[in-house]
């Protein structure tokens, strides 16, 4: 299976704090892919790393990529109340299509 | 552009009734995808057509049937919900290569209880 597995579950900072959460997978992939999803709508495409891509930057985003552990990291600077959603992972690879996990629940704090 | 559009947005229904989601996209994407969410849940996939014309079982398609009316619609069929159906369903589309996965993007969901 290509799914992603999101750790933590849940996390919980203060406003201006860094967020950071973790992907691992289990086949090899093409590229890495990580979504948003407020509470309630549907997920939105936050930030695409290929497989020849360590790290990547977008705004206040920052993704790394260690194939050799299979796993990735999504870094949200200054964190803002906006920013309280799911995200999730999904490994993108020989699959016609995406698999989900159960997402990292992410609460900003006022 | 509207991007990816559903309908309904919410629905209730009694077990044993039929009913279709509909969907729709504006990007000239080949390739649309159903899913659902249960709470506390990632999304699991229905089904897929990655071109018009083609449809294929994602991972959950017992009690689902689709169509790829065209290259804009793909729709979701319930030929007689049951209440574990009850999820919300999302469709989403992808546009560029086969085989070389960009981004998904996704309509606003439709919420689907089965009473």
Known sequence: SQQGEEDPQALSIQEGENATMNCSYKTSINNLQWYRQNSGRGLVH????????????????????DTSKKSSSLLITA???????????????????????????????? | NAGVTQTPK???????????????????HNSMYWYRQDP??????????ASEGTTDKG??????????????????RLESAAPSQTSVYFCASRGGLAGVFNEQFFGPGTRLTVL
């Not at chain 1, 936050?46 to 990529?65: A, D, F, P, Q, Y």
């Not at chain 2, 506390?40 to 057509?49: A, F, V």
């Open chain 2, 59 to 76: 991972e959950v398609p017992n009690g689902y049937n689709v169509s790829r009316l065209n290259k804009r619609e793909f729709s979701l």
């Open chain 2, 40 to 49: 506390g849940m990632g999304l699991r996939l229905i089904y897929y057509s």
């Open chain 1, 79 to 110: 964190s803002r109340a906006a920013d309280t959603a799911s995200y999730f992972c999904a490994p993108s690879g020989s699959a016609r299509q995406l698999t989900f996990g159960s997402g990292t629940q992410l609460t900003v704090l006022p």
């Open chain 1, 46 to 65: 936050l930030i695409l790393i290929r497989s020849n891509e360590r790290e990547k930057h977008s705004g206040r985003l920052r993704v790394t990529l």
């Open chain 2, 10 to 28: 919410f629905q209730v229904l009694k077990t044993g009734q039929s009913m279709t989601l509909q969907c729709a996209q504006d990007m000239n």
